[in-house]
Each structure stands twice: as C-alpha cells, then as structure tokens.
C-alpha cells in the first residue's frame, strides 16, 4: 500500500517553455501532497504544501509564479515549472501522506528534469 | 530553526561487517523522526518511524532507536543490496497539520563483497 506515481520519470525542455509533472496517490487518498527538489549529492529540499481544493503553501524563496501546484482532486497534484531555464534543471519527486494519525510521507520516483 | 545532521557522510563497509548512522537533530518538540532508504535516481522508501524517545524498531537486517537528541540506524551483517542513501527526517510538531519534514543530508552506504 502507499504508493506513489509521477509522470513522466523525465524531461528534456528548451529554455523558456513550460512543463507539467504529475504526481499520483494510487491506493489511498491524499488531502496533502508535498514537492521536493533535489540536487546532486544533496538532500531534499521542501518547494511547497499541495492541499486539495486550496492553494498551495510555498517555502520562503521559492517562486509562486514559476513553479505552478495545482491539487484538483484527492489523487491527483501537478507541478508546472514555467518560464524554464537551465538553472531549473534538477530532480523533482513528491510525495502523500495518507489520512490517519500516523505522519509518514510516501515518496513518488523522481522526475529529472533538464532544460536546454 | 529545526536542524538535522546525519554523519558519516559516507560510510564503507564489508558484507556482513555491521555499524551504525548518526542522526543529530534540534526541533521544538518532535512529533516524529523518520528514516528513508534512497537509492540513485530514485525517490525516498520510507523505512521507520520514531515518535519518542527509547522506542525501537526493526526490520530484517535494520534496527532504528531514538533518543532526545539523536537516532540511530543500526544495519547488522549487511548485504551489497543494502547499498543506498539513508536519509533521516524530523517533523516538529510546530508545523500543525503541514507535516513538514526537514532533511539530514544523508550517509552514503556502500557494501562491498
């Protein structure tokens, strides 16, 4: 139980466009969702809270206007980096906490995304 | 500001040779440590989690133990497969219903033959 999809697992843009990455809960619902970006050698760093039916919530520095989350269903958050430039290329995964008492987040694949 | 440190920050070791991972942390009132196995170009398997201090738990060659100040993952007889990142997580309970994690840097695992 408890897992996680992206899509897609990667990505080559050119500069200036945009690109959506999806992120699924498959056997539970997830009124939270989270992005993390990860360069390399390093360790996760939180970008934003995704919650179902509102906006998300986003760390200090990261830009609202250039990473769009939207979280239309209880399954279902994307992640749109807008604008993309060579300095966004890096490797984004999500991941859901089920509902109940218990704090665990299920981490999705990865998506590595690199802009030309 | 909620602080984690992970160390070694790589770590060499034998099959079958068993040690352990350091997790220091600083929070506000922890309402949870969390340990992750990560393997290259993949995202965080969620492992353990800890919620106070003297609890313990295990699984196959695995053991995580929690005290005030720090976690500790003990990986006994290890295999080549055990080979990855591990990664230790705090949520503070200041972060409400956010669950917010905050990330160690990791130890880098490899097990050779």
């Known amino acids: 139980g408890a897992v996680v999809s992206q899509h897609p697992s990667w990505v080559i843009c050119k500069s200036g466009t945009s690109v959506k990455i999806e992120c699924r809960s498959l056997d539970f619902q997830a009124t939270t969702m989270f992005w993390y970006r990860q360069f390399p050698k390093q360790s996760l760093m939180l970008m934003a809270t995704?919650?179902?039916?509102?906006?998300?919530?986003?760390e200090q520095g990261v830009e609202k206007d250039k990473f769009l989350i939207n979280h239309a269903s209880l399954t279902l958050s994307t992640l749109t980096v807008t604008s993309a430039h060579p300095e966004d290329s890096s490797f984004y995964i999500c991941?859901?906490?089920?509902?109940?008492?218990?704090?665990?987040?299920?981490f999705g694949p990865g998506t590595r995304l690199t802009v030309t | 500001e909620d602080q984690v440190t992970q160390s070694p920050e790589a770590l060499r070791l034998q099959e079958g040779e068993s040690s352990s991972l350091n997790c220091s942390y600083t929070v506000s009132g922890l309402r949870g440590l969390f340990w992750y196995r990560q393997d290259p170009g993949k995202g965080p398997e969620f492992l353990f989690t800890l919620y106070s201090a003297g609890e313990e738990k295990e699984k196959e060659r695995l053991k995580a133990t929690l005290t005030k100040k720090e976690s500790f993952l003990h990986i006994t007889a290890p295999k080549p497969e055990d080979s990855a990142t591990y990664l230790c997580a705090v949520q503070p309970f200041h972060t409400g219903t956010a669950s917010k994690l905050t990330f160690g840097t990791g130890t880098r695992l490899q097990v050779t033959l």
């Open positions: 995704s919650n179902e039916g509102s906006k998300a919530t986003y």
């Open positions: 991941s859901a906490r089920p509902p109940g008492i218990a704090y665990e987040q299920y």
